[in-house]
């Protein structure tokens, strides 16, 4: 277990790391590694989990009936997934769960995360209010998504992403998390339409790039 770790996920925002332990033992916690493009969970599985990043990263992702991926978000060390269905009772998981590379996950009860524990554990209230701040947080995170996906042209929905994560960075400067395909599948675009518009935003100066790097001239 890595208890410095978990101090860094917004789900143990305000909770002391030596405190971090006592808490699990009332979660019913295992882990898993996963390799690249093993999917962790799919859609249509009913939810049972919440899953913690300890290493690696997740991709969340939608697949139509002929296998065509769109990226809803990319999930990071400390982050999580699964909250949602913590709030709700739904028969089956919404999107599958996809290692973007080699991935550790630790796994925890989330009905057992969403209600007080019999020991009274004086953590839990903290994890309770820091799980509704992380689905409000994705809420936001949907929603400026959304104003992506809504322009017309990959090259208004690359500016628009561009845009938003240059505000995000406090400057012109920025890297984002998706390779080219990643990018891609999040922005619901052809791969080479995409790269075909991001030349062209080169050569017209607006946009200098180098792999996942960026910067808005």
């Not at 739904?90 to 290692?99: E, F, G, I, K, L």
């Not at 953590?123 to 949907?142: G, P, T």
């Not at 017309?152 to 080219?180: C, D, M, V, W």
Request: proline share 5%.
């Amino acid at each position: 277990m890595e208890p410095r770790i978990l101090a860094a996920s917004p789900l143990f925002a305000g909770v002391d790391p030596e405190d971090i332990g006592k808490m699990l033992t009332c979660l019913s916690i295992h882990q898993r590694t996963y390799e690249r493009e093993a999917y962790i969970c799919t859609a249509e599985e009913p939810p049972r989990e919440l899953g913690v990043v300890l290493r690696g990263s997740v991709n969340l992702i939608k697949e139509d009936y002929w296998g065509n991926r769109a990226i809803i978000t990319k999930i990071g060390v400390g982050g999580i997934f699964g909250e949602a269905c913590s709030c709700i009772d739904v028969p089956s998981m919404p999107v599958s769960v996809v290692a973007a590379e080699r991935s550790e996950i630790l796994f925890l009860n989330y009905r057992k995360v969403t209600t007080t524990c019999p020991n009274a554990c004086p953590f839990h209230a903290a994890l309770i209010q820091n799980m509704l701040s992380l689905i409000a947080r994705k809420n936001l995170m949907l929603t400026n998504k959304i104003s992506h996906l809504v322009k017309r042209t990959t090259r208004e929905k690359l500016l628009s992403y561009f845009s938003e994560q240059a505000a995000q960075s406090g400057g012109s400067s920025f890297t984002i998390p998706y390779n080219r395909q990643e990018l891609a599948d999040y922005l619901s675009v052809d791969r080479s339409a995409m790269s075909t518009e991001l030349g062209k935003l080169r050569k017209e100066g607006l946009l200098e790039f180098h792999k996942n790097r960026f910067t808005l001239l």
